[in-house]
């Protein structure tokens, strides 16, 4: 079996594709589509390989930035309607802090994450490589799916359900997108986790979005959370076995790094 290490993350802001990138999203010979929701997400080169987050950053922002602006214009009938949209000064203020936070962890925590390797044999989604620039398009991702999510259950909402027949639509929903990854990625236990964790998410977002003043950024808060963290597991269960030195990273980081992802890649290395 052959060992694939991650390349070496460019230092922000540029970003440099990596020297394989042909085939990284695992999706083989298949479609360039993202299921789920049926965006645009990988775009095939006339050599073949597939371009994404990591490679081109603005461009998928600018996509999903004018996707989310076109479902708020499909669906402005029902926001108007709902306080939770509106923004005030305290709404103002949490959406400058998640900014910081959201920077602070591309700038600072992404690079400094021990460098990963590939140990199985099918071949490793794009998110196993995302850098810093990744979390740009995607943070804009996660707004256009969020924006969709809440139309969904106003919507809901409107028919008159119980806040617990919401939740269990959308939890059913929203996991059952996700199963649809299966057409583009040949890792079942990626396309299992995700599921259930979109599931998981899906049950509680009518809670969060119906019951809290500011339950729209919460929920946008913890959708991004669940990527920000994923991505760190990543890197300590696949982390490489030398522990490559990484300058960023102080002598005693090198040392909880190796003992950290010693821990973490006995039960869990199998099945990401």
């Not at 922002?61 to 939770?84: C, T």
Request: aromatic residues 14%; positive net charge; contains cysteine.
């Amino acid at each position: 079996m052959t060992l694939a290490r991650a390349p070496q993350r460019p230092a922000w802001p540029t970003p440099v594709p990596p020297a394989d990138a042909a085939g990284l999203d695992g999706g083989g010979d298949r479609g360039g589509l993202d299921p789920v929701f049926g965006g645009v997400l990988l775009a095939r080169t006339g050599a073949g390989a597939r371009i994404g987050y990591n490679d081109a950053p603005l461009g998928f922002a600018l996509y999903y930035g004018a996707r989310s602006g076109l479902v708020y214009l499909v669906f402005r009938s029902r926001y108007p309607a709902w306080s939770r949209l509106e923004l005030s000064g305290l709404r103002l203020a949490i959406i400058a802090a998640m900014l910081v936070i959201f920077a602070v962890h591309a700038l600072l925590v992404i690079p400094r994450l021990p460098e990963t390797e590939w140990v199985r044999a099918q071949s490793p989604v794009e998110f196993f490589y995302a850098n810093s620039w990744y979390f740009l398009p995607k943070s804009i991702e996660i707004l256009f799916q969020q924006l969709l999510i809440a139309a969904l259950i106003l919507a809901l909402r409107g028919l008159r359900l119980s806040i617990w027949s919401i939740s269990g639509l959308v939890a059913v929903m929203f996991g059952g997108f996700h199963l649809s990854l299966a057409l583009s990625y040949d890792n079942p236990v990626y396309v299992a986790r995700y599921t259930v964790a979109a599931t998981i998410f899906g049950a509680l977002a009518p809670w969060f979005i119906l019951k809290l003043r500011n339950g729209f950024l919460l929920s946008y808060a913890v959708h991004w959370t669940c990527y920000a963290i994923d991505l760190t597991l990543i890197h300590y269960v696949f982390a490489a076995q030398d522990c490559p030195p990484n300058r960023r990273r102080s002598p005693a980081g090198q040392g909880f790094c190796k003992n950290l992802a010693r821990r973490l890649q006995a039960p869990w290395r199998l099945a990401a």
